[in-house]
């Protein structure tokens, strides 16, 4: 039984390029979030999506950011234009349901480097 | 808003006891979370708490709960090399109509041999 699966775990782009991670959600779960966490800080929440929806993108920059999780497929977060301050550790998480005792499942993330 | 406070750093001996500690703000999270994240790895859910228990005891884990304060700790007991890690607090936030967790820094735990 795989878990999150995450690729590629490392990402190098050069400033102005385009970055896309990629989440393969835990085999009957349909509910997909993205945290990144920046060097020294704990994960922020960016965006929560199910198949074909966006639920909840409170946390997620308005620009250059976008988020999508198809029928079929991984979800996919897609940077543009990548900024030296997008270097991070982005991490995807999954869950079977939503409710109050949900619990999160995660991949082991992708490291980002802009240079 | 919210927020999640840790200290960032525990040094302990093997065998010791480990206690992390962790504040939070939100007075209508649901559950509590600890984390565990080893080096160049995904975090894994170590355990929880409902708010309505002051304490929960999984193994060599404690969890204890003061509502009241809102604080929040983990007891290692027998602590060995293999659970140096970075452990994360959460707390579920239910703002709006939706829910995310929301994270502390993360205390980096030290065992000695």
């Known amino acids: 039984n795989a878990g999150v699966m995450q690729n590629p775990r490392h990402l190098v782009r050069r400033r102005g390029q385009e970055a896309r991670l990629r989440c393969s959600p835990m085999k009957g779960h349909s509910h997909v979030y993205w945290y990144r966490q920046l060097p020294e800080e704990g994960l922020k929440f960016m965006v929560y999506l199910q198949k074909e929806n966006i639920i909840d993108e409170s946390g997620m920059p308005k620009e250059r950011f976008s988020a999508e999780f198809p029928k079929e497929g991984p979800s996919i977060l897609r940077i543009q234009q990548v900024v030296r301050g997008d270097s991070a550790a982005y991490f995807c998480?999954?869950?079977?349901?939503?409710?109050?005792?949900?619990?999160?499942?995660f991949g082991s993330g992708t490291q980002l480097s802009v240079l | 808003g919210e927020d999640v406070e840790q200290s960032l750093f525990l040094s302990v001996r093997e065998g010791d006891s480990s206690v992390i500690n962790c504040t939070y703000t939100?007075?209508?999270?649901?559950?509590l979370y600890w984390y565990k994240q080893e080096p160049g790895a995904g975090l894994q859910l170590l355990t929880y708490?409902?708010?309505?228990?002051d304490m929960k005891q999984d193994q060599r884990l404690t969890v204890l709960l003061n509502k009241k304060d809102k604080h929040l700790s983990l007891r290692i007991a027998d602590t060995q090399t293999g659970d140096s890690a970075i452990y994360f607090c959460?707390?579920?936030?239910?703002?709006?109509?939706?829910?995310?967790?929301?994270f502390g820094k993360g205390t980096k735990l030290s065992v000695k041999p």
């Open positions: 959460a707390e579920m936030n239910y703002g709006g109509s939706q829910g995310n967790l929301i």
């Open positions: 998480a999954s869950s079977a349901y939503r409710g109050t005792n949900e619990k999160l499942f």
């Open positions: 708490i409902f708010s309505n228990m």
């Open positions: 939100d007075s209508s999270s649901t559950y």
